[in-house]
């Protein structure tokens, strides 16, 4: 439905004019998508307020997927900042998309509804210091948006350290991605490394996967 309701957008079919998505098919998709999309800092945006399109008996693009019943996954949903891969390549990929990139201690988690708040320890090492200012880092705390009733494996336990990368929005620290800073840990080692040296906008897949194998 998503791939449907952006192709009836920017892509319409045309007949005597465009035919536009109907607004039951933006309404399915925006409930699908936009808590995501806050999850990570991003508002639903103003141009694709459901209210412009014409309602489903007009002459419009219909949900073909939408009205059906989903089936149940075999296992919750990972919350989408903990759901990454634990690979080189797509932790600098990460990195370079952040804001910031913070090595820390956590010291406490509190939910409040369908929020989490990470309240990270004195302790911590900014690898990536992006917009943030002192007052940030002195007493970091990072919301993870959307993350009240799916799992985090990483949350599971405390101890030890993590890298965190997050986005600042509206004053308050995102939470985009969380791992577990394992000291001895060839693909953390290998993507905080390749931060440092070379910077993002000449970060390639292809320039990562030769720099390994050298």
């Excluded at 079919?13 to 991003?42: K, N, Q, T, W």
């Excluded at 307020?49 to 693009?61: E, K, N, S, T, V």
């Excluded at 913070?102 to 690898?127: D, H, T």
Aim: aromatic residues 8%; charged residues 20%.
């Amino acid at each position: 439905d998503t791939q449907l309701f952006l192709c009836a957008l920017f892509a319409p079919v045309c007949l005597e004019r465009p035919v536009p998505p109907c607004r039951s098919l933006c309404e399915v998709v925006r409930d699908a998508c936009a808590p995501v999309m806050e999850a990570y800092g991003f508002p639903w945006p103003d141009m694709l307020h459901c209210a412009q399109f014409p309602p489903d008996h007009g002459l419009c693009i219909a949900v073909h997927f939408g009205h059906g019943q989903a089936t149940a996954p075999p296992v919750p949903r990972l919350c989408p900042q903990c759901e990454v891969e634990h690979k080189a390549d797509g932790m600098m990929e990460q990195m370079c998309s952040s804001d910031f990139v913070v090595k820390l201690r956590i010291k406490e988690v509190v939910q409040e509804g369908a929020e989490r708040r990470l309240v990270a320890a004195p302790k911590k090492k900014v690898l990536k210091l992006g917009p943030l200012q002192r007052k940030d880092t002195r007493r970091m705390v990072l919301h993870m948006r959307n993350a009240g009733a799916c799992p985090c494996p990483q949350l599971d336990h405390l101890g030890g350290s993590f890298l965190v990368l997050g986005r600042k929005a509206g004053g308050r620290l995102l939470l985009l991605a969380i791992y577990r800073w394992q000291k001895r840990d060839p693909e953390v080692k290998f993507a905080v490394k390749f931060m440092f040296s070379y910077p993002c906008p000449l970060y390639h897949p292809l320039l990562l996967h030769s720099a390994q194998h050298r």
